[in-house]
């Protein structure tokens, strides 16, 4: 338990340095075990609201639920609906810059988070972004242990790593800076990352032989295997509740159904048979491309 103890050591002096002076501070919360542990360790230091957002009955929002008396920090549900998305959209895709369905669907969480945030006085939310790319989160990883091993993994998330700002984080700070809300992002600091990048790739996607601890075990050819493992250990020994440890990874737009519902209006705004008409099958880009085209 060496490295696991040296990692919450580290994510603990990240987060107390991102919050000093905070007596209180949000929480962007889809009950995944990157921003549950986040929380959980907040709590030594400042007291915690957690956000969660989510349409009715989202995958994030029942999680959340279900462990919600076991996690020591408050839990604010904010429920959204396809009205409000709808609404919402150009406001996002303003902040973004750019008709990506993929930045759109992840931000609006995020702006949603933010905003109940600000009107509940805070300024200043942790988040748990990072831990995808430092730990073997993503199902593409696994695409590439199968097809060149896990120096191809290794390799794939050090990229990732390397262009995170650009490609999403600031993003997330864009959309949560139109509620006048400081995103931070704990899992990203310095030291930390440099001893994480040192862990072997093998303890991050772990092969597991027989019956494993965990029940989110991936199928790669013929074996199983377990992303983000050294995490969820770590996570364990500080408390983090079984069933967040043992939930499969699930991207924000799909946990929190931000990608669902923008994909439902499009159908119902005529998009998918319009892009059929001109020869396009990506008709939700079709529908952000012309939101975004409305609002130039």
Do not use: H
């Not at 501070?25 to 995944?32: M, N, T, Y």
């Not at 593409?140 to 794939?156: C, H, I, M, P, W």
């Not at 994480?196 to 092969?207: A, L």
């Not at 998009?271 to 939101?291: N, W």
């Amino acid at each position: 338990m060496e490295k696991e103890e040296e990692m919450i050591r580290l994510l603990e002096d990240s987060i107390s340095k991102s919050i000093v002076g905070e007596k209180a501070v949000g929480l962007i919360f889809s009950a995944g075990v990157d921003s549950t542990l986040i929380g959980v360790l907040a709590c030594k230091f400042t007291s915690v609201s957690a956000y969660n957002v989510g349409i009715y009955g989202s995958v994030d929002s029942e999680y959340a639920k279900k462990v919600e008396k076991d996690l020591g920090f408050k839990v604010n549900f904010v429920e959204v609906d396809e009205e409000e998305i709808e609404k919402t959209l150009s406001t996002v895709l303003k902040a973004i810059g750019e008709p990506n369905p993929l930045k759109v669907a992840v931000g609006l969480p995020f702006y949603f988070a933010s905003k109940a945030a600000s009107k509940d006085g805070f300024s200043v939310m942790l988040c748990g972004q990072g831990p995808d790319e430092l730990f073997g989160g993503y199902a593409r990883y696994l695409t590439d242990f199968e097809n060149k091993g896990f120096d191809g993994v290794a390799q794939s998330m050090r990229n990732d790593v390397t262009n995170l700002y650009e490609s999403q984080l600031q993003y997330d700070e864009k959309v949560c800076k139109l509620n006048n809300m400081t995103l931070k992002f704990p899992f990203l600091n310095k030291d930390l990352v440099e001893y994480v990048s040192k862990i072997p790739i093998e303890e991050k996607i772990r092969v597991v032989a027989g019956k494993a601890d965990y029940d989110c075990v991936d199928d790669v050819g013929e074996l199983e295997v377990i992303r983000k493992f050294i995490l969820r250990e770590a996570a364990k020994s500080v408390g983090v509740p079984d069933p967040i440890l043992n939930r499969p990874k699930k991207a924000a737009q799909y946990g929190s159904g931000t990608s669902k519902v923008i994909e439902k209006l499009a159908r119902k705004r005529g998009y998918k048979k319009m892009a059929l008409d001109e020869g396009r099958t990506d008709y939700v880009r079709y529908y952000i491309e012309s939101t975004w085209n409305e609002i130039k």
